[in-house]
């Protein structure tokens, strides 16, 4: 089974509409991220989290949020989608025990219509 | 604002040969640095990761630390076609938040 997981892998959903996507870890890692990727922009990072009582903003967090519902659990939240929202989003996760490389979840492809 | 520069390429070489893929960054304290492989519509994974000057050899693969003139490279010995997919550079520099490069395409052709 895949150490980080994301649902839904691909979503389609209209202006407007608030969407979340969940991301699901086994590997116990206490830091957890979301990011988000659009062609040719490499990686930014939206929100990020420390520990489940510990949530950051990232470089573009305007019209996200985010819930850590427990240390395996982190959840991203887009309140009200607009079109320039789509992209492709990964959650990952690290742990310094790990020398702070990331795991990268498999992704959720997001079409805002 | 921390900056991690690749040249986005394509980086196109015969199989077979050396794939030399470089990454310059802007943060002097920047302690960490990572090169991941993502193929298309696929997440990024970990290549490499090098903490001190120097080099460090894994298999294929060479990642190389000049702290001096802030830049990080890697090299891809004998390239395969499966080695073709985009290489993204990413720093830190202690906050464990880690700074993205963009990514360099690179193809392995026959």
């Known amino acids: 089974d895949a150490d980080v997981t994301q649902t839904p892998r691909n979503r389609i959903t209209k202006t407007g509409k608030r969407i979340m996507l969940e991301c699901s870890q086994t590997?116990?890692?206490?830091?957890m991220y979301w990011y988000r990727q659009d062609p040719g922009l490499g990686l930014q990072l939206i929100y990020y989290?420390?520990?489940?009582?510990?949530?950051n903003k990232g470089e573009i967090s305007d019209g996200y949020s985010v819930s850590r519902q427990a240390q395996a659990k982190f959840s991203l939240s887009l309140e009200s989608a607009i079109p320039n929202q789509t992209a492709l989003y990964f959650c990952?996760?690290?742990?310094?025990?790990?020398?702070?490389?990331?795991?990268f979840g498999p992704g959720t492809r997001l079409l805002v219509l | 604002q921390k900056e991690v520069e690749q040249n986005s390429g394509p980086l196109s070489v015969p199989e077979g040969a050396i794939a030399s893929l470089n990454c310059t960054y802007s943060?002097?304290?920047?302690?960490?640095f990572f090169w991941y492989r993502q193929y298309s519509g696929k997440s990024p994974e970990l290549i490499m990761s090098?903490?001190?000057?120097g080099d460090k050899e894994d298999g294929r693969f060479t990642a190389q630390l000049n702290k001096a003139s802030q830049y990080v490279s890697l090299l891809i010995r004998d390239s395969q076609p499966s080695d073709s997919a985009t290489y993204l550079c990413?720093?830190?520099?202690?906050?464990?938040?880690?700074?993205f490069g963009r990514g360099t395409s690179l193809i392995v052709h026959p």
């Open positions: 990952a996760t690290s742990d310094i025990a790990d020398q702070e490389t990331q795991y």
């Open positions: 590997k116990g890692h206490d830091r």
């Open positions: 989290s420390f520990d489940v009582k510990d949530i």
């Open positions: 943060d002097r304290v920047s302690q960490s």
């Open positions: 090098i903490y001190s000057n």
């Open positions: 990413a720093v830190e520099g202690g906050s464990y938040i880690p700074t």
